[in-house]
C-alpha cells in the first residue's frame, strides 16, 4: 500500500472509525462485536505505521498525529464502555472502566514526558497493542473474561505508569550524578 503511495493516513482514521464503531457497539451492548471492532482497529494502527515506512512517507506530525488519534480510540471504547455500565446502573464496572482508561492514558503520557527528558523509556508491560489484545480477548470470552482483563488491566497499566516514574526518577539522578 505504502509504494502504491497510499497514505498511511486513511489506516489512521480508518482505525479511529473502527475503534468509534467499537465505542457504539460496547454502548448498545453489543460486547463482543464491540471486542472484535477493537482487534480490527489495532490492526489498522498496526498498518498505518508499516505503510508510513514501506512508502517512505513517514513523518515527525504523521507519527503525532497517530499517537493522537490512538488515544482518542481509546477514549471511544472505553466510553462506550462506561455508557453501557452506567446505563445498567453497574457502577463498579463503570469505575473499573475508568480507571483502566486513566491508566491507558497515562503509560502513554509517562513514556512521552519522560522521553522528553531521558533517551528512552520504554520500561513497563502494557504498551498499546498488549492493552487492546487484552480487552478484546476479555470480551470475545465475556462474563467473568470481561471482569478479569478490566482488573488486570486496571492494575497493569497503573503498574506501568508507576514504573515509568520510578525508572525517569532513577534516570535523571544518575546522570545528575554524573556531571
Known sequence: MGRLGVSPTVFTLLGLALAVGAGVA????RLRTGALLVLAAGFADMVDGAVAR???????????????????SEAAYFTGLVYFYAAGRDKIMAVLIVLVLTGSLLVSYTKARAESLIDECKVGIM???ERVIL???GYLVGGYGALAALILLAALTHFTAIRRILYTRAKLASSSRGR
Open 135 to 137: 480487552l478484546a480477548l
Open 26 to 29: 460496547f454502548a448498545f451492548g
Open 54 to 72: 514501506a512508502g517512505e512517507s513517514g513523518s515527525p506530525f504523521g507519527a503525532f498525529m497517530d499517537s493522537v488519534v490512538d488515544r482518542y
Open 127 to 129: 504498551e498499546r497493542p
